[in-house]
T-cell receptor, first 115, second 112 residues
Framework: GAVVSQHPSRVICKSGTSVKIECRSL??????MFWYRQFPKQSLMLMAT?????????EQGVEKDKFLINHASLTLSTLTVTSAHPEDSSFYIC???????????FGPGTRLTVL | DAKTTQPPSMDCAEGRAANLPCNHS???????VYWYRQIHSQGPQYIIH???NNETNEMASLIITEDRKSSTLILPHATLRDTAVYYC?????????????FGKGITLSVRP
């Protein structure tokens, strides 16, 4: 089956620093990847849609200058949380679409803790 | 996309069938019903999807009522590893590049 990986799985950083999270489709090419955020005991909230070779589309209320998304290749999308603050602490999950399939495949998630 | 409503939680005994209901009374004719699940601290996992007909795969069966206003996900022989949050999602497009909108889901607890 299609596999999506994320790196790192966990990250702890100090307030004010930037953190980069990678999302890779390991055995397929994905023209579109999605980034979600999940706070404790809540559902997944879509943050943005990442399209290879073009600018990401952000959901309402998501700051594009704070959450930088780069989708430079068909197998890699990155999410950079800039100037992270404790309220950015969350579980970040990406998904990738497999061309010709009817669904998306999700990565294992990245737990971000901002001190 | 149409909204769905699911009970917040349910439980079942290991080895028994787990029947997870979902209401989507405002579903449109071109909207599909998708089910995903999320085991604690992991990314969601695709289970099954359908439009009108009942569907079955190696993981589960999906029963959609004739009026399409509700559906049931059936795990035929639940195991402890099936304990998870199950999300019922309806969306217009199939295809890998259309976004998914997650609701609160139903927490299934499988007891020994």
């Amino acid at each position: 089956g299609a596999v999506v990986s994320q790196h790192p799985s966990r990250v702890i950083c100090k307030s004010g620093t930037s953190v980069k999270i990678e999302c890779r489709s390991l055995d397929f090419q994905a023209t579109t990847m999605f980034w979600y955020r999940q706070f404790p005991k809540q559902s997944l909230m879509l943050m943005a849609t990442s399209n290879e070779g073009s600018k990401a589309t952000y959901e309402q209320g998501v700051e594009k200058d704070k959450f930088l998304i780069n989708h430079a290749s068909l197998t890699l999308s990155t999410l950079t949380v800039t100037s992270a603050h404790p309220e950015d602490s969350s579980f970040y999950i990406c998904s990738a679409g497999l061309a010709g399939a009817d669904t998306q495949y999700f990565g294992p998630g990245t737990r971000l803790t901002v001190l | 996309d149409a909204k769905t409503t699911q009970p917040p939680s349910m439980d079942c005994a290991e080895g028994r069938a787990a029947n997870l209901p979902c209401n989507h009374s405002t579903i449109s004719g071109n909207e599909y019903v998708y089910w995903y699940r999320q085991i604690h601290s992991q990314g969601p996992q695709y289970i099954i999807h359908g439009l009108k007909n009942n569907e079955t795969n190696e993981m589960a069966s999906l029963i959609i009522t004739e009026d399409r206003k509700s559906s049931t996900l059936i795990l035929p022989h639940a195991t402890l590893r099936d304990t998870a949050v199950y999300y019922c999602i309806v969306r217009v497009e199939t295809g890998a590049n259309s976004k998914l909108t997650f609701g609160k889901g139903i927490t299934l607890s499988v007891r020994p």
